[in-house]
RNA sequence: CGGGGAUUGGCGCAGUUGGUAGCGCGCUUGUUUUGGGAGCAAGAGGCCGUGAGUUCGAAUCUCGCAUCCCCGACCA
């Protein structure tokens, strides 16, 4: 495409100088021509990663089928290819929720207005973007419904009602579902107005145990992310201003992606009492006393497949983990009407899915190069590639998509062979992002500096007073650089002073363009 | 919500001063092919986003609306 508007400037310049129509009708012929060698050079017919994010990513996942546009605005439908990768991080995160004493349940996706509305802070952060059924057929409800947006309220109010004694403590529920948010601005995955995710909702006799949960899921997240996804992130403490409307403290983890911009992949939040104040959660302690509960809540949504997208992916499309690709293997038989190709695919095939790996062979009657770019842009692992000639030699070629190299592998010894590289991929994939991100995160002093660094794509830490006005001014003057999160490990220092006031600093926090 | 751009077979696009639509890819059938997007031959496929208006006549002109893209504003 962007070839294309670059061969019409060129013409647009001839044409001015000479505009005889038996001119202008030549050169938009040769403007097709140029225009069909010029996007065989783009294998995936992709816009450019580093030229054009934004485009190369919604050309992305739309060619790879991840998802489509739904009829209504911000809405997007996941297709199967898209949903197969959705199922298998839900499913491995499942099994980590599980694990750490969540049980799944469901709550209703319609909640009573006046839920949402016990909780101040709560209604004020999520008022603009509510969702809101008013009307039976033609009837008007007595009290309007909210389509949920996150479901505190909801199951705080069910929690209120089953909650007695301490004994009961900690009670951990969590749900799969959808929930709609009205964003002005949407993007598949990234930002949908309707998005699946998990919400996790725990609840505890203490101030001292819930902020040890809200922390422990904070790791589990970090921990998912870096071994599940390959995606390195930072985690650490949200600013007031960015905090999750009605929590005490929200912990955040951030992504970056290959324009430098960051991505909040997921919340976990210390609530305080305040939601079981709103909504009476209380219990008997062992001297028969009754107490307010103090609760968490977390989650994490599909856009995870957008920081998939833009963590790994490359100007040929997409690069999966292999831990969640839909297909880790793709076999493709080259010359497959010859006799013994299709058998030998089929034999590998099935050893490989003996090992349970997630195999498929593609038998359609395209040619095998169009097949190799069409698997690469789909992001599968690994590659084998299986025809007459490897046949004679007991062999086939095994081509990894994260370094785009192959291999001679023999037959017997392709087990072995797909088992290792599965996992080096996985583990190649997290180094490569790891080392991105840490050259591309820069410690600076001044608010100069600061700017200069944003500006090159980088995240930036900085000493910062912790005071919403600075925040506010930062973003204002320097095109939206927000703060992401403070992260843990990263103390102030005597003499460290605010990178806007120039007040003594309190903490040290990220900086970056988000998503 | 503000500014700009777009919407024409499945996809990407062309369509001149208004006269009822073309191209490439893909698709179907046949055939030869198959180691990095195959060739030939014959076909199928369009309420020109949507609703009004102007006109003898609208893909084309005017206005509204919807959706998408870019930049802002907003935003766990």
């Avoid at 009708?25 to 069909?36: A, E, F, G, Q």
């Avoid at 207005?113 to 209604?123: D, N, R």
């Avoid at 081509?399 to 991929?425: A, G, P």
């Avoid at 980088?458 to 095109?479: H, Q």
Wanted: charged share 30%; hydrophobic share 35%; proline share 4%.
């Amino acid at each position: 495409m962007k070839t294309t508007i670059i061969v019409d400037k060129k013409n647009d310049k001839k044409n001015t100088k000479d505009e005889s129509k038996s001119n202008s009708k030549t050169n938009k012929k040769t403007v097709l021509k140029d225009k069909k060698n010029t996007e065989k050079k783009f294998v995936a017919d992709i816009a450019s990663l580093l030229e054009n994010t934004p485009k190369w990513y919604t050309d992305t996942v739309l060619k790879t089928e991840l998802c489509d546009y739904g009829p209504v605005k911000g809405t997007m439908v996941i297709r199967p290819y898209g949903f197969a990768l959705w199922e298998n991080i839900r499913n491995s995160l499942d099994k980590i929720l599980k694990s750490r004493d969540y049980q799944n349940s469901y709550f209703p996706m319609l909640i009573p207005s006046s839920f949402i509305e016990k909780e101040k802070e709560h209604v004020a952060g999520f008022a603009p973007e509510l969702a809101t059924v008013t009307h039976v057929g033609t009837e008007p409800l007595a009290e309007k419904l909210y389509v949920r947006p996150t479901s505190e309220t909801i199951i705080g109010n069910m929690i209120a009602k089953w909650l007695q004694s301490y004994k009961e403590l900690p009670m951990k529920l969590n749900q799969w579902c959808n929930v709609i948010r009205w964003e002005k601005t949407t993007r598949p995955f990234l930002r949908t107005s309707e998005f699946l995710w998990h919400e996790g909702h725990a609840v505890f006799p203490d101030s001292k145990s819930a902020k040890k949960n809200a922390l422990d899921d904070l790791y589990m997240y970090e921990k998912f992310f870096r071994e599940y996804l390959a995606i390195p992130v930072i985690i650490g403490q949200k600013s007031e201003k960015e905090k999750f409307a009605g929590a005490e403290i929200t912990y955040g983890v951030e992504a970056m992606m290959k324009d430098g911009k960051s991505l909040q992949l997921g919340t976990s939040h210390y609530l305080g009492q305040k939601f079981s104040k709103a909504f009476e959660i209380k219990f008997q302690d062992d001297k028969k006393t009754a107490r307010y509960a103090y609760t968490t809540s977390v989650g994490t949504s599909t856009r995870m497949i957008a920081a998939i997208v833009m963590t790994h992916g490359d100007d040929r499309g997409l690069v999966l983990p292999p831990r969640v690709a839909p297909i880790q293997v793709i076999i493709v038989p080259v010359a497959q009407h010859k006799p013994g190709v299709l058998n030998t695919a089929n034999n590998i095939k099935r050893t490989l899915l003996n090992l349970h790996y997630r195999v498929d062979i593609d038998e359609s009657e395209n040619m095998p190069g169009w097949k190799f770019n069409q698997w690469e842009m789909k992001g599968v692992p690994v590659r084998i590639e299986v025809g007459p000639r490897d046949i004679e030699n007991n062999e086939c070629q095994v081509f990894r998509r994260d370094l785009l190299t192959k291999e001679t592998v023999k037959l017997n010894q392709i087990e072995q062979y797909v088992t290792n590289l599965l996992e080096k991929i996985q583990l190649t994939m997290l180094r490569k992002a790891t080392e991105v991100r840490d050259q591309r995160t820069e410690e600076v002093k001044t608010f100069t500096e600061l700017c200069k660094s944003v500006n090159a794509g980088n995240f930036v830490l900085a000493p910062w007073c912790n005071c919403t006005a600075c925040e506010e001014a930062i973003k204002n003057e320097t095109n939206g650089v927000s703060t992401r999160v403070a992260p843990f490990e990263a103390k102030v220092v005597k003499g460290d002073v605010c990178v806007k006031c120039g007040k003594p600093a309190k903490v040290k926090t990220i900086f970056a363009k988000a998503y």
